[in-house]
């Protein structure tokens, strides 16, 4: 008789261990999520957010001096902070459920109510500086809430500061002379600051924490964070169409004017061939290219530090062709002239500093059309309007065409599109 034997039960195999997790693991997922694109809602968001470019450009257009320039430029400062904040959060916390639809509304009214008391900010003699103060307290408050959805607690290294800025700011609307101006610089001190308290306040807990908070920060959806700005630009390059029909105002169409017309438009139109035909595709590859940690600087040089003097040198040259084109034949003013060559001149350095963060090339055609295009001021100002629109436009045109001619790296490009097609 055969003794008996244990019955035999197979060892169950233990499942492999998880794969740790490391910092490059959210590029992964932001590669599959690349499809994300910018909603309608978003678009809408744009709209209204662009209403303060126009508030700027007939707050420049009714007094060209360096005095209001400088106002013109603390409101847009202070304003695009808040509007980065927003495409950085739609960018992670998706409008995708009513929930968040409506409260984005709220902060689109928020918005709105700045827009709308920018002409009397600086009055002392009225009260819309208090107005715009809370309008923008408003503002953060909504970030701050639909920003928790992603990030928690750590909210806090960024709602606070920003806050701090909208109170500073809402004082500022009680005082008069310079203690206005005073207070909106030291509100935007405060939010230059803001992005290394983002960065390094977790590190009084712990370094893994503060790691963890700029992967973090870093998981921005490329695609969708390229396209939400260029929408922006290019609803932006609106107000220079508008400001086309505001210029001519019930001035017969003459040849002269329909010249100044064409080379206006002409004008805006190549400032889009400027950034769109390379620079957008461009970026979106140099954001996948780099790794979730380091990727929210790279947010903040290009399209809050850079695409700051772009914006805001669509709002000068809208002004300044407001301002000129009803005197298309003449010799303009210094102010307007200043305006329509300081507006182009402002978009080219920043879309150099934009290209230079983005590793994009060639700089030195760009660079090389600054001065040039400044000195189109002077025949604004001795010869016509229209003579400085007409070189204006020649000078972007001769820059495009010596980068596409000359620079390696626009030859390869457009080799390779060819090749794609």
Not at 21 to 32: F, K
Request: hydrophobic content about 55%; glycine content about 8%; some cysteine.
């Amino acid at each position: 008789m055969k003794p008996e034997t244990a019955p035999h039960h197979p060892v169950p195999q233990q499942p492999a261990p998880p794969a740790p997790r490391t910092p490059t693991e959210p590029a992964a997922r932001i590669g599959e999520a690349a499809a994300q694109r910018v909603t309608s809602l978003e678009l809408f968001f744009d709209l209204v957010f662009v209403y303060t470019l126009t508030q700027l450009t007939v707050l420049l257009a009714h007094d060209l001096s360096w005095a209001n320039a400088g106002r013109v430029v603390l409101i847009f400062v202070v304003l695009y902070w808040m509007y980065g904040a927003y495409a950085y959060l739609t960018n992670q916390v998706p409008p995708d459920r009513p929930a968040r639809r409506l409260v984005l509304l709220l902060g689109m009214a928020a918005f709105l109510i700045c827009a709308l008391s920018i002409p009397r900010v600086f009055d002392p003699h009225s009260r819309a500086g208090v107005v715009f103060g809370l309008g923008y307290l408003l503002v953060v408050v909504v970030h701050t809430v639909l920003y928790s959805r992603s990030h928690g607690r750590d909210v806090i290294w960024y709602g606070v500061p920003n806050a701090l800025a909208a109170l500073i700011l809402t004082a500022a609307g009680l005082c008069s002379g310079w203690a206005v101006e005073g207070l909106w610089f030291l509100a935007i001190v405060v939010q230059f600051v803001t992005p290394h308290l983002a960065e390094l306040g977790p590190t009084r807990r712990t370094d893994r924490s503060a790691d963890e908070l700029r992967v973090k920060l870093g998981t921005l959806h490329p695609g969708h964070f390229v396209e939400r700005h260029g929408l922006l630009l290019i609803v932006s390059f609106g107000e220079s169409v508008v400001a086309i029909g505001v210029g001519i105002g019930d001035l017969p169409f003459t040849v002269s004017v329909g010249t100044g017309v064409f080379l206006a438009l002409a004008l805006a139109g190549a400032l889009w061939w400027t950034y769109f035909v390379r620079d957008e595709d461009g970026a979106e590859h140099a954001f996948a290219a780099v790794a979730p940690e380091r990727r929210f600087r790279l947010a903040m040089t290009a399209y809050y530090y850079a695409f700051l003097p772009m914006l805001l040198g669509v709002a000068f040259l809208a002004a300044g062709v407001k301002k000129s084109l009803g005197h298309i034949g003449e010799q303009l003013h210094t102010a307007p002239a200043l305006a329509l060559a300081g507006g182009v001149a402002l978009f080219l350095t920043g879309d150099v500093a934009f290209r230079a963060a983005m590793r994009l090339s060639p700089l030195g055609y760009r660079a090389a059309a600054v001065p040039v295009v400044l000195v189109t001021a002077l025949f604004g100002m001795r010869v016509s309007a229209l003579a400085q629109l007409l070189l204006l436009v020649v000078a972007l045109v001769l820059m495009l065409a010596a980068e596409a001619r000359w620079s390696p790296s626009v030859r390869d490009t457009t080799r390779t599109d060819g090749e794609l097609t």
